[in-house]
């Protein structure tokens, strides 16, 4: 039976530390702030934002939430990013994406200044992630990933590690992240032939191919480790991963669950970043010295 990579007590501790440091902010007078930067809706984006709230609140970070309508025309959008750029008293700015269909993404999210950009979606953010130049955020899921490996003491180097999925928000940095941690990582998509062998070599496999279920026993091996980035629902409505967990638990060494696994670590990470920006622009303000 797999062990179980539970998020908890990782989010626990990444958001102890950066109490402590949000604390320390607030007694000199600096409050960390994230905006949430809502279009619509949408059920997802809706939940996270009340567990990201949460958890931003209990580490000493407040929240504005800005919800805009899902036919908020694009222009909008920039001068409401652009006011948050020069508001002193805003530290991060959390952007839900995707955006609705024929708004210019590459435009809207570069909108954002890279120092308040806590998930890492600006360009110049992105390059850091890639060049290891470390100019601005990476973004959180993928630090969620390789800090629940740091926590049960799996470390990447030297080891086989595949990523399933190539998007820039989680499948391509999460890749950069562990060949900077000296693994050997391949990176598969849907125009990989053969993914299920490939899958199965792997030491360390992430997942985050956007898909109910999409991998299961053909894609495991014993002694894997997991990390299963997906949200789904199933067929029946019911909360699921990207990995059949009933499937993985019988056959690999350890696997995050879902839920209970990545997402609470995602949103410690970006409280932590909140935290860190705050920290950054008042020293740079003079503030702290």
């Known amino acids: 039976m797999a062990k179980l990579l539970k998020g908890a007590p990782v989010a626990a501790t990444i958001s102890e530390a950066a109490a402590k440091k949000a604390d320390a902010l607030i007694k000199r007078g600096v409050f ?69 269909a024929g708004m210019n993404d590459d435009a809207v999210r570069n909108t954002l200044s890279p120092e308040k950009d806590p998930d890492g979606i600006t360009d110049i953010a992105l390059a850091g992630v890639f060049t290891g130049a470390r100019t601005g955020f990476a973004p959180c899921t993928a630090v969620a990933c390789t800090e629940i490996l740091k926590h049960y003491g799996v470390d990447p180097k030297g080891k086989r590690a595949v990523v399933v999925g190539r998007s ?30 490939i899958c199965k070599d792997a030491d360390i496999l992430i997942v985050c191919a956007g898909r109910a279920n999409a991998v299961d026993g053909r894609y495991l091996s014993e002694g894997q480790v997991i990390i299963d980035v997906g949200v789904n629902e199933d067929e029946n409505g019911v909360l699921c991963g990207d990995v059949n967990l009933n499937e993985a638990v019988e056959i690999v060494g350890a696997i995050t669950p879902v839920p209970g696994g990545v997402g609470a670590v995602t949103s410690s990470i970006l409280a932590k970043h909140v935290v860190t920006a705050a920290k950054k622009a008042a020293e740079a303000e003079g503030v702290l010295i």
């Open 32 to 100: 960390p702030t994230l905006a949430i930067v809502r279009l619509g809706e949408r059920p997802g984006d809706v939940s996270y934002e009340k567990g990201a709230t949460s958890r931003c609140e209990k580490t000493g970070v407040a929240v504005r939430h800005i919800a805009l309508p899902a036919d908020t025309p694009q222009e909008r959008l920039i001068e409401e990013i652009k006011t948050l750029n020069d508001d002193l008293t805003v530290h991060g700015v959390l952007l839900f994406r995707p955006l609705p």
């Open 168 to 197: 820039l928000v989680i499948g391509r940095p999460v890749a950069m992240m562990l060949l900077a941690a000296h693994a050997t990582v391949t990176i598969c998509h849907t125009r990989t032939e053969n993914m299920p062998a």
